[in-house]
Nanobody, 128 residues
Framework: QVQLVESGGGLVLPGGSLRVSCAAS????????????VGWFRQAPGKEREFVAA????????YYADSVKGRFTISRENAESTGYLQMNSLKPEDTAVYYC?????????????????WGQGTQVTVSS
């Protein structure tokens, strides 16, 4: 059962930009999402899922993997129970399925098991 819904993936040229979104699918989950820490992870073919970025609640403190720092920006709009990942200066090595996740009091933002709800993922392909 899909809990979070990602959108916005696609094919982009190297150096291009893309924004992926994550929305809570149900009323009760929307309330949960508004109080959650939100993270983005990605998984490339043949590789393990890896942390990309996270944003805390309520402080909206942001955290990034070194590989995307300075290129990606995570944000959220609690009123709409939606999270965003703006990706600039994309590289072929950014190609992966991107997943959003939400959890309460996560603390260890890079640990996937710390999150409660996940989306189904959206494919991002960076290629010429």
């Amino acid at each position: 059962q899909v809990q979070l819904v990602e959108s916005g993936g696609g094919l982009v040229l190297p150096g291009g930009s893309l924004r992926v979104s994550c929305a809570a699918s149900k009323g009760t989950l929307r309330s949960f999402f508004s109080r959650s820490d939100v993270g983005w992870f990605r998984q490339a073919p043949g590789k393990e899922r890896e942390f990309v970025a996270a944003i805390s609640w309520p402080a909206h403190t942001t955290y990034y993997a070194d590989s995307v720092k300075g290129r990606f920006t995570i944000s959220r709009e609690n009123a709409e129970s939606t999270g965003y990942l703006q990706m600039n200066s994309l590289k072929p090595e950014d190609t992966a399925v991107y997943y959003c996740a939400a959890g309460l009091n996560v603390h260890d933002y890079g640990r996937a098991a710390a999150y409660t709800y996940w989306g189904q993922g959206t494919q991002v392909t960076v290629s010429s």
